[in-house]
């Protein structure tokens, strides 16, 4: 019996030896997380902003609320443990132009830093319970570890971009996360340089600021400046820095006073790079007759009528890369108003697009009445494309005269396709290629062309399937040499103009080529 007893507890004993050493084994070998060789830079927000309350996120028109930008406190974000300020800015669900020019405008949060390495971020929405939640763009494949109870999640990114966090599949109260890369030192403008402009961490009132030719502007992280920026007529200018530009001070134009955030016009070689841009009454940045503007990691969010993101008119040489654009028109667009347009490029930009269209050419191609009007050699780059609610999210509109020619779409990813809703029935199409002439954009009498137009790796992922369009103006004015290559919509791949329930204007259109 004791030698049972004995037996029995030696094989006790090896038992628990036996799970103390599995136990050991794997703790030793389970993998954390380690940021040490993370480089993280987090900005405070401006002390005097107040905190946004309930009153403040009712979405209605800007008269009767606050609309200026304020601190978030329903919205909590920490990266690598370390918090981080949230703004609550204003945005726009509504689908339909109003024509009082004050449509109902609700609240989002966006907050930003920047890093080297691999952060973790964690979002916290205590008052906010939620079933499933969604990390934009899908291309990075993130699934977010998720606690219902407490209302949080995590995430990690190793890759400096736009992050856009989505709850239950509604655009309501999305937070918007703008990752940084690093501020390289050698990049930096020297601040004792008298040709700089420095404005530091805090809240500015400051009148519009007008750039002369040699300065550099620098926004620093921290900074909310209620201003708008021009650099006209000028050459060598820089907006550099990771402060917002906000406009939320100013009445919306309703078609009358403009204050555009950034205003290049008549600029030569000049450079916007790193900044944020809330609240424009306007469009948000504008690049007219100028020459040479390179435009990187601007991040920009409007929610006002004629709110275009980057709007590029009658340029040369110019080359937009690395940004955000959430827009309540026009995110991407490129007209003719004064001379012509040639050599524009877009590459790797997220868009989402709450009204009107993501990536358009046009209508306005020849305002200036000029000539041989021509737009040429504009590119269109792996884009992403968050959601398009509204209208056409490839378009080429020709409205007036002009000759449109090589226009390129290429690897453009559609997350979430809701084209035709609001008032965007009107033109509930994916690819829109259109002469036409039109009382509201059309200044010459005669019809234009469009021709050579490529549109190369679209890839719809979400959304409603939705039809095209092909359509010249008559059979002399028409559209040629449209070349469509692995279009593939909700899963389908599109090899005909039946397939793609294509709208044409027989005798209008020739050489469209499907592979």
Avoid at 468 to 492: A, C, M, P, W, Y
């Amino acid at each position: 019996m004791k030698n049972m007893i004995l037996n029995i507890l030696i094989s006790v004993a090896s038992c628990i030896v036996i799970l103390f050493g599995v136990l050991t084994y794997m703790k030793l070998n389970v993998k954390t997380a380690d940021y040490s060789n993370t480089k993280l830079v987090i900005y405070e927000g401006p002390k005097s902003l107040r905190d946004a309350t309930e009153e403040d996120l009712k979405a209605t028109n800007e008269t009767q609320r606050d609309f200026s930008m304020l601190h978030c406190v329903d919205t909590l974000v920490s990266v690598n443990g370390k918090d981080l300020y949230v703004y609550d800015t204003n945005v726009n669900h509504s689908r339909t132009w109003n024509n009082s020019y004050l449509p109902s405008i609700s609240r989002t949060p966006i907050t930003y830093f920047d890093f080297e390495g691999k952060a973790e971020i964690t979002v916290t929405v205590p008052e906010r319970g939620f079933e499933t939640v969604k990390v934009s763009p899908l291309s990075y494949g993130i699934e977010p570890k998720v606690n219902k109870e407490n209302n949080t999640l995590s995430f990690v990114i190793d890759t400096p971009d736009a992050y856009t966090v989505t709850f239950d599949d509604s655009p309501s109260r999305a937070l918007h996360i703008f990752a940084n890369p690093l501020e390289k030192e050698e990049e930096l403008p020297d601040f004792n340089d008298e040709s700089v402009i420095y404005v530091g961490p805090g809240e500015w009132n400051i009148d519009s600021i007008s750039l002369e030719s040699g300065q550099t502007l620098y926004i620093a992280g921290g900074a909310l400046v209620h201003s708008d920026i021009s650099a006209n007529f000028v050459k060598n200018v820089k907006v550099l820095g990771r402060g917002i530009i906000d406009g939320s001070q100013y009445q919306g134009w309703h078609g009358t006073a403009a204050h555009i955030p950034l205003k290049f016009d008549y600029a030569d070689n000049s450079v916007i790079d790193g900044v944020i841009v809330t609240n424009p009454n306007a469009w948000c940045l504008q690049g007219y007759s100028t020459k040479n503007l390179t435009v990187n990691n601007v991040k920009i969010i409007s929610c006002r009528p004629n709110g275009d993101g980057i709007t590029i008119q009658s340029c040369e040489d110019v080359n937009v890369s690395n940004c955000f654009v959430r827009s309540w028109d026009d995110s991407l667009v490129v007209k003719n108003y004064a001379d012509n347009t040639e050599n524009v490029n877009f590459k790797n930009i997220q868009i989402w697009t709450d009204l009107a269209q993501s990536m358009e050419i046009g209508y306005e191609t020849n305002k200036g009445n000029r000539e041989n009007s021509t737009v040429s050699n504009v590119t269109f780059e792996d884009i992403t494309v968050l959601n398009n609610f509204h209208k056409p999210v490839i378009s080429v509109h020709n409205a007036d005269n002009a000759v449109v020619s090589d226009i390129t779409f290429k690897n453009i990813t559609v997350e979430n396709c809701r084209v035709g809703s609001g008032d965007g029935s009107e033109l509930p199409y994916l690819i829109d290629i259109a002469i036409v002439q039109n009382t509201n954009w059309s200044t010459t009498k005669d019809r234009g062309y469009i021709k050579d137009i490529t549109i190369e790796n679209v890839n719809v992922l979400g959304g409603e399937f939705v039809g095209s369009r092909i359509q010249g103006f008559d059979e002399e004015h028409t559209v040629t040499g449209v070349k469509i290559k692995n279009l593939n919509v909700l899963g389908k791949k599109i090899t005909s103009l039946e397939d793609g329930e294509f709208k044409v204007k027989e005798g209008t259109y020739s050489d469209v080529t499907f592979e």
